[in-house]
């Protein structure tokens, strides 16, 4: 017997600069997707209320802060994060294995004493925008993306993390060695015949759901398109049925 497996949760990136133009898009969305991302852009421009204005409409958040620094530093950064309410959060892996057990310790400890769920905690490997050549700058010659991105997930699972983010390219090495219950976040998803702008390693939907990524984050593709709300359900239908 076979088993089809499940499509992977479409998260919209919202990477805007006000939140008028944020609202506007989860209007724009509503009943097609209810995922959303918060990134250092939006963030930054409008404040952790932005938080609450899209949970009031329903809304899951993805916060995308990319938390790096010292363990304290961090612990404290993801706490005063998980009381917002937001349903995941990325930390950088390469802050090393103290920093990542201190966010994954952190944010259980406030989602206790807040009594809220606790955030899903993915820690960013390397990013989509890098190719082989810019890894290799930083990680020395010979270095390859896969290994290191699969290295890299095991220690953030050690971590007591909940998965990464990661390239379609890598998906499937991490479900296979790290293990099926790693989530996978996979950023860089172009649809069919789109541009791939600044992303340097991307894949299509369909391309994500066969190698088995959790959730899969798009942000110019729908939030560029004349119509979001149907450039995301092109996304769906593509995931669902190729």
């Known amino acids: 017997m076979t088993h089809e497996r499940t499509p992977p949760t479409l998260i919209t990136a919202l990477d805007v600069s006000t939140s008028r133009e944020a609202l506007e898009l989860v209007e724009e969305l509503r009943g097609t997707v209810d995922f959303f991302k918060i990134g250092g852009r939006l963030f ?5 209320g932005m938080v609450g204005q899209l949970r009031a409409r329903g809304a899951r ?5 990319k938390f790096h620094d010292i363990p304290a530093t961090v612990a404290g950064a993801v706490g005063e994060a998980t009381k917002l309410g937001i349903d995941m959060m990325t930390v950088h892996t390469v802050g090393g294995v103290d920093m990542m057990r ?3 310790e952190a944010a259980a400890e406030e989602a206790a004493r807040a009594n809220v769920r606790r955030p899903v905690i993915v820690g960013v490997t390397v990013l989509t925008s890098l190719s082989g050549p810019d890894v290799e700058a930083v990680f020395g010659r010979g270095v390859d993306i896969a290994d290191t991105v699969v290295m890299l997930a095991g ?4 971590a007591g993390l909940d998965g990464v983010v990661a390239s379609v390219g890598e998906t499937v090495r991490i479900k296979r060695d790290i293990g099926s219950a790693c989530v996978v976040v996979t950023p860089g998803i172009r649809p069919a015949g789109a541009g791939a702008g600044d992303q340097k390693r991307v894949a299509t939907p369909r391309q994500a759901a066969e190698a088995g990524s959790d959730y ?6 729908i939030i560029e398109a004349p ?14 049925y190729g």
């Open 61 to 65: 958040i993805f916060l995308d802060c």
């Open 155 to 158: 220690r953030a699972r050690g």
């Open 102 to 104: 201190a966010a994954a």
């Open 227 to 240: 119509s979001p709300a149907a450039a995301a359900r092109r996304i769906l239908d593509e995931l669902q």
């Open 216 to 221: 899969i984050v798009v942000g110019r593709p």
């Open 44 to 48: 930054t421009a409008a404040g952790p």
